[in-house]
């Protein structure tokens, strides 16, 4: 029945789950409120310190790869593209789950 499913949140995160402001935001949302809602992050291809602490709490990560910096083509390619990546990856991931 509806009243019995948990609803569902997804974090869209900058820089996914180091130590900085958001993350640890995000964590104390769902540390919080993980009884009552299914959790979803999106996060990026480097792995960060935070991301087993979300998974602990029944969180799920959304991995979306970005572009590494390695040559001058790839960062311009990537402040070009990152955009329209991001938002093709979140609406296949709000559709799937």
Do not use: W
């Not at 130590?19 to 104390?28: C, D, F, H, K, T």
């Not at 919080?32 to 996060?43: A, I, K, P």
């Not at 480097?46 to 960062?75: A, M, P, V």
Request: glycine share 8%.
């Amino acid at each position: 029945s509806y009243m019995n499913t948990k609803r569902k949140i997804l974090h869209i995160t900058p820089n996914g789950l180091g130590n900085a402001g958001v993350p640890a935001v995000i964590l104390s949302i769902v540390s919080n409120l993980h009884n009552e809602f299914l959790f979803g992050c999106t996060v990026y291809t480097k792995r960060l310190n935070k991301e087993n602490e979300f998974t602990t709490l029944g969180g799920k990560l959304h991995r979306i790869n970005i572009f590494d910096h390695s040559s001058r083509l790839k960062h311009i390619y990537d402040q070009l593209f990152r955009g329209v990546i991001l938002m093709r990856n979140i609406y296949y991931i709000c559709k799937e789950e």
